[in-house]
């Protein structure tokens, strides 16, 4: 097992390099050392990992043992990493002003206190969320842009969280119905993952909730295997739809109908569309990496595409704005083929 001082090494040489407020412990000065430990006592053997600084009433620290901050409100917090259950960028707490009360907590904010402009909390919010095992919600205040998800990145990895996925995934649920690695555990695993967002969808829903003649037209347009099961699908009618299985994707298009197994899958993500980059209202205010059409309306986007280990690219329509939950549960069934690898088809 790595020593702490070790384990401290790693995720500091993973942060890689810092901003004017936020870096690796010992990339600060003395001073900002100095600053920084004035605030807590270190127990021995922790070493502290990562510094956030921007004045005595507002810094954050982490060390190989707790995540220790004070918010602007002079209000502080201490957590112990083990305790720390779910780490996330966040919408902001309650009266921020640029959090959209329209949209589900830790999904959108105004960008830049503008409410005619949305932009995901992850790079326009410079709040961090924490929840421990009570269930209890913290707050801490930081910095807006990618340097939050690497700070939440080396929380979680403290916290155990990467661990604590890989047990989710491979251990047995309740709503499972079979047998570790078989089509009813994945397909459980599946379900159980997609219903842990709370967004409404209009269209998108699980396979059972579907009326009976939708659940008859998906199931006339693919051959299913004998164990594979139908878990969740998107209908808006009889050209437009998707049916993810157990076992992988079925989706129509000019060309036919298209059928892509998980275990097929190099990479997935938001698109914008067969046609390519359209224009949006948004690019002058926020340009994409030199694209005119921008990560706002990517993200509200129709599709979703889908890419095989061969480069073939496909396109998927979607329900618009649902991308982020439908990659979630993807993702896990392609984690699922290479934890539990198919020995028979």
Not at 68 to 94: A, C, F, H, M
Not at 143 to 148: M, V
Not at 309 to 321: P, T
């Amino acid at each position: 097992m790595p020593s702490e001082e070790s384990e401290a090494q790693r995720l500091k040489q993973k942060f890689g390099a810092g901003t004017a407020q936020t870096r690796v412990f010992d990339e600060w000065d003395e001073g900002g050392r100095q600053s920084l430990l004035s605030k807590i006592h270190l127990e021995d053997g922790e070493h502290p990992i990562l510094g956030h600084w921007k004045e005595s009433s507002n810094w954050l620290l982490t060390t190989t043992r707790r995540v220790i901050w004070t918010n602007p409100d002079k209000q502080s917090y201490e957590l112990r990493n083990e305790n720390i259950k779910k780490v996330g960028p966040s919408s902001g707490p309650e009266g921020w002003p640029w959090q959209d009360p329209s949209s589900p907590r830790d999904t959108l904010v105004f960008v830049n206190g503008n409410p005619d402009i949305k932009g995901h909390c992850g790079l326009y919010s410079p709040w961090l969320h924490f929840i421990d095992y009570s269930g209890t919600r913290y707050e801490a205040f930081l910095e807006t842009g990618k340097i939050l998800t690497r700070v939440r990145n080396s929380i979680w990895q403290l916290s155990g969280g990467w661990q604590r996925s890989l047990e989710d995934v491979q251990k047995p649920d309740i709503k499972s119905g079979g047998p570790t690695g078989s089509d009813a555990y994945r397909a459980g695993r599946l379900e159980f993952t997609f219903e842990k967002y709370p967004e409404n969808r209009k269209k998108t829903h699980l396979f059972s909730a579907f009326d009976s003649d939708v659940q008859r037209f998906l199931k006339s347009r693919v051959h299913l295997n004998v164990e594979e099961q139908p878990v969740l699908a998107f209908y808006e009618d009889a050209s437009t739809w998707y049916l993810a299985t157990s076992r992988g994707i079925v989706w129509p298009s000019s060309s036919g109908v298209h059928y892509i197994r998980y275990q097929e899958i190099d990479k997935m993500g938001w698109s914008d569309g067969p046609e390519g980059p359209r224009e949006c209202e948004h690019k002058k205010v926020i340009p994409g990496n030199g694209e005119s059409f921008c990560k706002i309306c990517r993200s509200n986007s129709p599709w979703f595409f889908v890419a095989s280990s061969n480069g073939q690219r496909h396109e998927i329509a979607i329900e618009a704005g649902s991308a982020s939950h439908i990659w979630d549960s993807f993702r896990l069934m392609c984690n699922l083929e290479r934890i539990h690898p198919r020995t028979f088809e």
